[in-house]
């Protein structure tokens, strides 16, 4: 088996293990209620899936129903999946609060990527996934 087979099939396992296992509180960083953001359809889209969102934007609006705050460290309660809306330059200081805060997986949306992050996310032993979105994946899982 190939070094890349290998490691795209540890991805769909990482992938599965987060959509199934992880937990299903989802703190989505950058989830304002801008209806043609990415991360409000995303969000709507994992509420539909039985998860439980948490907005985390700068203006902590309410979104879908669910409480905002402006930061992670804002957030009063355990947070299982930080989904990461926000620029690869910035996703990195993220992914270390997310790590800061507990949480069991990081997962950095489409064209979000900072192979350092994802590196040390990794070492902290948290699962991560990077450059996917669980809108598309959650509904391969039947």
């Given amino acids: ?6 490691t795209a099939e540890t991805e769909a396992e990482t992938v599965r293990r987060i959509l199934t296992e992880s937990g299903d509180t989802w703190a ?6 801008n209806r043609s953001r990415a991360a409000y359809g995303v969000a709507a889209t994992l509420q539909r899936f ?12 309410t979104v879908h129903g669910e409480r905002g705050y402006a930061s ?7 947070v ?4 990461v ?3 690869s330059g910035l996703a990195g200081a993220i992914a270390d609060e997310a790590v800061a805060v507990g949480a069991k997986a990081v997962w950095f949306q489409l064209d979000v990527i900072d192979t350092e992050a994802y590196e040390r996310t990794r070492e902290a032993g948290v699962d991560m996934v990077m450059d996917r ?3 598309i994946e959650i509904p391969k899982l039947g």
């Fill in 1 to 6: 088996m190939s070094v890349e087979t290998r």
């Fill in 50 to 61: 039985g998860k439980r969102i948490v907005p985390v934007h700068p203006k902590a609006e």
């Fill in 80 to 83: 299982d999946v930080v989904d």
């Fill in 133 to 135: 979105c669980p809108a």
């Fill in 28 to 33: 989505i960083v950058g989830l304002s209620n």
């Fill in 85 to 87: 809306f926000v620029n």
């Fill in 72 to 78: 992670l460290a804002d957030v009063p309660f355990p």
